[in-house]
Structure formats: structure tokens, C-alpha cells
């Protein structure tokens, strides 16, 4: 879909459009509300904008959607293609890197009680085991708004990615 489309889109396109970018009602009600937007820029910042902050609930629910680092998404949703897009730089053939995040992945969901979650898009295997093992080193307290972030910027990113493609319509 194009802006021009989202724009002029009855809301349950819009809806559907949004909700695998983040999984927030709220966050997809205000964006749907606040159409038409005379750019895609303007769209970016209004979606970032109702992304801060995020209530705790919030945060839990848009996180529960994605799978770990190293586990790549199966099926045809929007979602899961867009969240094997995203993991398609962390490579997977070297056994080593993939066995660390794996502990890594564990020991964070051990000390947070949710899945470690990171902007992948863009990052390599090793830049996001370098965070990981940072953000271990956070408390609770340090560790929730860089969560918070990384799923701003996954949302943002998909929408953009979302809008800047044509797809057949249905
Ligand atoms: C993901 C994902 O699926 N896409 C992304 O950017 N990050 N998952 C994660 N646990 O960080």
C-alpha cells in the first residue's frame, strides 16, 4: 500500500496495515485517526509520537509477537515475513555465535521474564550478541525504556517498509 492508499484506506485497511507493524490497539487507533497525513515523514513521527511512552501492558502484549533472536518466524504473515526480513543478517552458519545467543537468549529471559528483544534490521549476528550481553548487565529499571525503543523502532521501520511497497491488492 502507498500513503496516498493509507490515507483514503476505510479504517479496517488501515487497521490491518498497522497491526503487524505493532501490536497496540491504542497505538494503531491514533494513527488511524489522525489520517489523512500529507507525508510519509509526518506518518513516521505521529507513529513514533504514540509510541512514547508505552504502558507496561502495552509493552508486554507488542513484545509476546516476536520470536527470539535466532528462531526465525514460520508462516505467511505480514508478520513473520517481516520479522525474517529483519533477522536475515544474523547469520545463522556459524555454530558458535548461534549457541552464545541462544545462552543469551536464556539468561535474559531467566533475569527479565520476557524474550530479549532487538532492532535487528541492519544488525549482524555479533552486533546484537555484543548488546545482549550489555543489556544483561542492566537492571529492570535500565533495561525497560531500551526495550521500549527497540520497539519503536521495529514499528516504525516495518510501517515505513509497509507504505513504501506496492503490493498486488487483493
Ligand atoms: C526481532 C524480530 O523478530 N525482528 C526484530 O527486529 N527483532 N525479535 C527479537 N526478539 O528481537
Not at 543489556?135 to 527497540?150: C, K
Request: one cysteine or more; hydrophobic letters at 40%.
Amino acid at each position: 500500500m502507498l500513503l496516498e492508499q493509507f490515507n483514503a484506506a476505510p479504517a479496517r485497511e488501515a487497521r490491518e496495515l498497522l497491526k503487524p507493524c505493532l501490536d497496540v490497539p491504542r497505538w494503531i487507533e491514533e494513527i488511524t485517526a489522525a489520517r489523512p497525513f500529507a507525508s510519509l515523514d509526518a506518518l513516521l513521527a505521529t507513529a513514533r509520537g504514540a509510541a512514547d511512552p508505552f504502558t507496561p501492558a502495552e509493552l508486554e502484549g507488542a513484545l509476546s509477537h516476536h520470536p527470539r533472536i535466532g528462531e526465525k518466524a514460520s508462516g505467511k504473515s505480514a508478520e513473520a515475513s517481516m520479522s525474517r526480513n529483519e533477522q536475515s543478517g544474523v547469520d545463522q552458519r556459524d555454530p558458535e555465535t548461534v549457541a552464545a545467543l541462544a545462552e543469551g537468549n536464556r539468561a535474559y529471559e531467566e533475569k527479565f521474564g520476557r524474550v530479549f528483544l532487538i532492532r535487528a534490521a541492519g544488525r549482524s549476528a555479533n552486533e546484537v550478541l555484543t548488546a545482549l550481553q550489555e543489556r544483561l548487565g542492566h537492571t529492570p529499571e535500565q533495561e525497560e525504556p531500551v526495550v521500549a525503543e527497540q520497539l519503536r523502532e521495529i514499528a516504525v521501520l516495518r510501517l515505513e517498509q509497509s507504505l513504501t511497497r506496492e503490493e498486488p491488492s487483493a
